[in-house]
């Protein structure tokens, strides 16, 4: 499936702007299933200085720099990618679940990097509820991916999908008890239990397809960002992804924009301001098929 991809984040604040530093995740990630063409990012004002690196996680950043008075920021990403996730194993050819575990904590030559996911952290803490909650999908023997298939189910159905019910800061204790938030959150809480129990576990950024009422035409921009879990099946399987929001497993409707251990490794815009007072964000994304 190819996509041509815009996601547009506009800033406008109540002060003037003197300086301003800003690191971006709007690069898609490429990998060995998803192919990034085309990339162009322009901001307004036009920065001082650019810079480009690699993070820790292996993700495509840019930083802006800007030494001008401003009122208003717009930062406009645009690429083409070419998505054909590779089809995951038979969920009852996965080994046990405590495998996977064991194999994370030693860490060997195959699973070090898979380790580090293995840990707590601010927005995902190892309990809050979402610990006991996981593991009832993880009796004693249970392969590895059925048991996420299964928790992946019960997230969908146990929760509600509320927008503006959640800011980026909700806790995952927060989600557990009003039983409702946005994709952001159900990755989160999803990833807590997951390393609760031991198991490696990322919070992955990107974007979904999605598609218009039946008989309408598609609306420009009224796409979103998405976010999802990628869980480890081990040395033999190695990475699935997970969409906990829509019950699915991540095939060729998703972009991977990036991954971390949780929503702030790979925000997609954040930085620091001096002055600009209360300012207010708008994000507009759009995700066209091409070749239909």
Not at 118 to 137: H, I, K, L, R, W
Not at 171 to 185: L, P
Not at 189 to 195: E, F, K, S, T, V
């Amino acid at each position: 499936m190819r996509f041509k991809l815009r996601h547009i984040t506009s800033y406008a604040y109540s002060d003037q702007v003197d300086l301003a530093s800003h690191m971006l995740h709007l690069t898609p990630r490429p990998l060995p299933w998803q192919s990034v063409r085309g990339v162009r990012i322009h901001c307004d004002p036009a920065p001082a200085r650019t810079s480009h690196a690699i993070d820790h996680f292996g993700n495509s950043v840019n930083w802006l720099f800007i030494d001008r008075p401003h009122e208003h920021l717009r930062v406009t990403a645009e690429s083409e990618v070419e998505v054909a996730f590779p089809p995951a194993p038979a969920p009852e050819e996965t080994q046990p679940w405590e495998r996977v575990v064991e194999q994370a904590r030693v860490a060997g030559p195959d699973a070090w990097q898979a380790a580090e996911f293995t840990f707590a952290g601010p927005m995902v803490p190892n309990d809050q509820g979402a610990g006991p909650y996981v593991a009832e999908s993880f009796p004693p023997g249970r392969p590895i991916l059925a048991a996420l298939l299964d928790v992946n189910a019960r997230i969908k159905r146990d929760f509600a999908f509320r927008p503006l019910s959640t800011t980026i800061t909700t806790s995952v204790a927060r989600v557990m008890a009003q039983k409702a938030g946005v994709c952001q959150d159900f990755a989160h809480l999803m990833i807590a239990g997951l390393r609760s129990l031991g198991l490696p576990a990322r919070y992955t950024s990107g974007y979904i397809r999605t598609y218009p009422a039946p008989g309408r035409p598609r609306r420009v921009g009224a796409d979103v960002s998405h976010a999802w879990v990628g869980a480890w099946l081990g040395e033999a399987h190695g990475w699935v992804d997970l969409d906990p929001t829509n019950n699915l497993l991540v095939r060729e409707e998703h972009v991977v924009l990036g991954w971390g251990r949780e929503f702030g490794d790979v925000s997609p815009l954040r930085g620091i301001i001096l002055g600009g007072g209360d300012h207010t964000p708008s994000v507009s994304v759009d995700l066209e098929p091409l070749g239909e």
